[in-house]
């Protein structure tokens, strides 16, 4: 079972009734006859697995799982009349915006994100198991819908531009919301299920977050978890459309954007590091010079290491003899271990790569070394109970860090 199994237009009936507390008032409002909507309920409830609608003394109103599913589909609903009224620059509640919001089909929506993650219609068609024709009538649908273009045909490519890139983006956020539901739906405080997604920042502190899932693999055997590695930029991406719940790593200078939400766990700064037995490793004091007549290992360009090795070298107008550039944190460790190189590394991971024995940090005092490891979510993000409990466990794990 997925999150595309309840489909669109059935939650928005649902959405209907739960708000008139009544069939026969959301018959009338949204245009469909009583018994097509009872029908829609009992099959939206047969795929839920759960009651979502009783009698009460106002007539229908949705149970505890009722509500849950609720308060997840109006997130759904806001997140698509967000994405509508942004590309129509309008409010999202302008009656165009909520008419356009619910002529929207499950078709034109997994199409659309399909057009998105591709880079032609043939791709887009063959990720969803449609004909060429299908995703093009899709993509014309549901500009038909909007009323502004969002996609660039060029020949048989068809790409979105930059409304369509804004309104995939929520439109997948919206679907998340439906797979939060599933998650919650399927919980139980005896056996939270559900699922965390984490996105780790390269050269992260990979022992605190060993710590932190073999401690959640215990507590939650239930939980499915999710590591996803990749550049910051990368994970930020997948983080604003929902493809991941979080970033764990360390938070740069400029901040977040304002849809971006970042706290602090603790200070990792960074330190100068070389093997034990390096030249300079016994002296009590090291110079600008000293740190300069060695070989040196740092990360490729757009990250801080770089920018901070790089800072160094142009103030003392000065470089090493060699750069050698690496993200690969085995590398970096296995090139000091072997040669007299010189590298940037965070405490954190000096004293918890295993070869702390190996590798010393240098005498030295280098400009710019704070770094803070901290989370980054979504400002607008509800997280399940699991991921609550989740985020708790991090919290507490970072205290004995500090």
């Known amino acids: 079972m997925t999150h595309l199994t309840l489909g669109y237009r059935p939650l928005l009936i649902f959405n209907a009734v739960a708000n008139h507390f009544s069939i026969g008032r959301a018959a009338d409002a949204i245009g469909l006859s009583q018994p097509a909507i009872s029908l829609t309920i009992q099959k939206l409830e047969a795929v839920v697995g759960r009651k979502l609608l009783q009698r009460g003394t106002k007539g229908s109103e949705v149970t505890l799982d009722g509500a849950l599913l609720l308060r997840r589909t109006a997130r759904m609903i806001h997140q698509i009349e967000l994405g509508i009224a942004q590309i129509l620059s309008l409010e999202p509640t302008a009656r165009a915006v909520r008419a356009a919001c619910r002529r929207l089909t499950d078709t034109q929506i997994r199409a659309h994100i399909a057009i998105l993650k591709s880079t032609s219609a043939s791709e887009a068609a063959l990720s969803l198991g449609v004909s060429q024709a299908a995703i093009h009538r899709a993509g014309q649908a549901i500009e038909h819908t909007i009323g502004v273009p969002l996609y660039r045909r060029t020949g048989s490519r068809l790409v979105v531009n930059g409304a369509g890139a804004q309104l995939g983006r929520r439109l997948q956020l919206a679907l998340h919301e439906i797979s939060q539901a599933f998650d919650e739906l399927q919980s139980s405080p005896e056996e939270p299920k559900g699922s965390v997604r984490i996105g780790v920042l390269p050269l992260s502190p990979q022992y605190f977050l060993a710590d932190i899932l073999t401690r959640i693999s215990k507590l939650y055997p239930f939980a499915i978890i999710t590591i996803q590695e990749d550049n910051y930029l990368k994970l930020q991406a997948d983080l604003r459309c929902g493809q991941i719940d979080f970033i764990v790593g360390a938070l740069r200078v400029p901040r977040v954007g304002s849809d971006l939400s970042e706290s602090g766990l603790f200070s990792d700064p960074y330190e100068l590091v070389v093997r034990s037995h390096h030249p300079l490793a016994s002296q009590s004091l090291v110079g ?54 010189i590298a940037i590394l965070s405490r954190t991971q000096l004293f918890q790569s295993g070869f702390a024995n190996d590798l010393v940090p240098l005498a030295f005092t280098l400009p710019e070394a704070e770094r803070v490891i901290g989370l980054i979510s979504r400002k607008e993000w509800l997280p399940t109970e699991l991921q609550h409990l989740f985020l708790k466990n991090i919290e507490s794990a970072a205290l004995s860090y500090q």
């Open 288 to 341: 600008s010079n000293d740190i300069l007549n060695y070989k040196w290992v740092v990360p490729p360009q757009n990250t801080p290491r770089h920018k901070i090795s790089q800072s160094l070298f142009e103030r003392l107008k000065k470089r090493p003899p060699q750069v050698i550039e690496t993200n690969s944190l085995s590398m970096i460790i296995a090139l000091l271990q072997k040669g007299d190189f």
